[in-house]
């Protein structure tokens, strides 16, 4: 049966349908949502789109905005145990995901999970960039094509996941950009990735070159006065840009605790199981290979140093994953 007969199978019939991202969402969860409820319309089927925590970044509100994408924090409704959940981008019981009244039915990833027994939909295809690629095959499936404001928001939710095609990238994103690149507003989804900072956010980057630790190939730096998780992960993604830094691990306080965003260029080194083992005991985190995320709920458990002397012994192999 193809995957989106299945899921259509799956939520048909039912009440109240809520397409939930993993919270404070970025382009790609957004743009997801946005093209699955785009084509869950055309069964005639109503949905919503939702998510918990903030909009962080301007080009995400830019996208959201100038593509019209309707989507609401969860407090914008009133939930209750009949409705039906679909997570996008996320999996059931992450840490990253608000636990919200209703069931969740159907969970569509890009990230390494399990497929949940109690969920009757499971599509999770961790070799792909963007959760985005996984949508739009749903639309190949059917042989659709997206209208425009779907198209550019699949095309801008792959570029910015896969970091421009430099990271987890199967073939598969790559075909499904060449498929969108005749439909999408091209110029408008190279506007977002050109200006995905604000001056701004200058401080951060001052404070980041002033205040980075090394050791090796090894890079750390705090942000004790806090640092928004999308900008975290810019600049993460500009310190592993360097030459001669492999493993960078960076993190902020935050109203949720100890925020952490990891990459990494080491082949035997996966940052996701880096940052479980960086974070065991006080923490948790998941993600990639060379990107992932974690978080310290209680940010006394936070010891900066501790975290600087672990993160070298990983790199160093002092400490086995």
């Excluded at 019939?13 to 993993?22: A, C, D, P, Y």
């Excluded at 100038?66 to 679909?86: A, G, M």
């Excluded at 110029?187 to 980057?205: A, P, T």
């Excluded at 310290?296 to 086995?320: C, H, L, M, S, Y």
């Amino acid at each position: 049966m193809q995957k989106i007969k299945k899921l259509i199978k799956t939520l048909k019939g039912r009440k109240r349908i809520f397409i939930q991202t993993h919270n404070y969402p970025d382009h790609d969860a957004v743009a997801s949502a946005f093209a699955l409820h785009y084509l869950l319309k055309s069964f005639k089927i109503d949905s919503n789109i939702i998510f918990h925590g903030d909009i962080l970044r301007d080009s995400l509100q830019k996208m959201i905005d100038t593509l019209r994408i309707p989507i609401q924090p969860h407090y914008k409704y009133e939930l209750n145990d009949d409705d039906s959940i679909v997570i996008v981008d996320a999996n059931k019981k992450n840490k990253n995901v608000a636990e919200l009244k209703g069931e969740v039915v159907a969970v569509i990833d890009h990230h390494p999970g399990v497929e949940h027994e109690d969920v009757g939909f499971c599509d999770i295809r961790s070799d792909y960039g963007a959760c985005a690629s996984i949508i739009f095959s749903y639309f190949a499936e059917l042989m659709l094509e997206p209208g425009r404001e779907v198209a550019t928001a699949l095309h801008a939710g792959i570029v910015f996941d896969t970091h421009q095609f430099t990271r987890n990238v199967n073939p598969l994103d790559i075909e499904t950009v060449a498929m969108l690149y005749h439909v999408s507003d091209i110029k408008f989804v190279n506007l977002l990735v050109r200006n995905s900072i604000k001056l701004d956010d200058f401080r951060q980057y001052r404070y980041l070159l002033d205040r980075i630790m090394i050791n090796g190939v090894f890079a750390y730096c705090h942000f004790p006065d806090g640092c928004n998780k999308d900008l975290l992960a810019i600049l993460a993604d500009y310190i592993i840009s360097a030459e001669e830094i492999k493993f960078v691990v960076l993190s902020a306080q935050s109203s949720e605790g100890i925020s952490f965003c990891v990459r990494s260029e080491m082949n035997t080194i996966p940052a996701n199981t880096a940052v479980q083992k960086l974070l065991s005991g006080i923490g948790s985190g998941g993600g990639h290979v060379d990107m992932a995320g974690g978080r310290i709920p209680n940010a006394k458990d936070f010891d900066q140093e501790n975290i600087f002397r672990t993160g070298v012994a990983i790199v160093t192999g002092k400490i086995r994953l």
